[in-house]
């Protein structure tokens, strides 16, 4: 298959579609990167209830980045 017929497919999905493609290529782009691995499991893993964000408070921050 080549990239041209995949752009195409890519066109005519769904925009919720799209944008679990889009988190599935960002993942894999992540999952090469070991600094962004070390940083990632680094968070995961904090201690401090300071530093945690509630969930509605990812939510507001995912949306501004998603726009």
Excluded: C, H
């Excluded at 599935?24 to 940083?39: K, N, V």
Aim: cysteine-free; proline content about 1%; charged content about 35%.
């Amino acid at each position: 298959m080549s990239i041209e017929v995949l752009k195409r497919e890519l066109a005519g999905l769904a925009e919720t579609e799209r944008t679990q493609i889009l988190a599935y290529f960002l993942s894999l782009q992540d999952g090469q990167d070991e600094a962004y691995r070390t940083a990632l499991a680094r968070k995961i893993e904090e201690n401090d209830p300071r530093r945690w964000v509630t969930l509605e408070e990812l939510d507001r921050r995912l949306s501004d980045v998603a726009g």
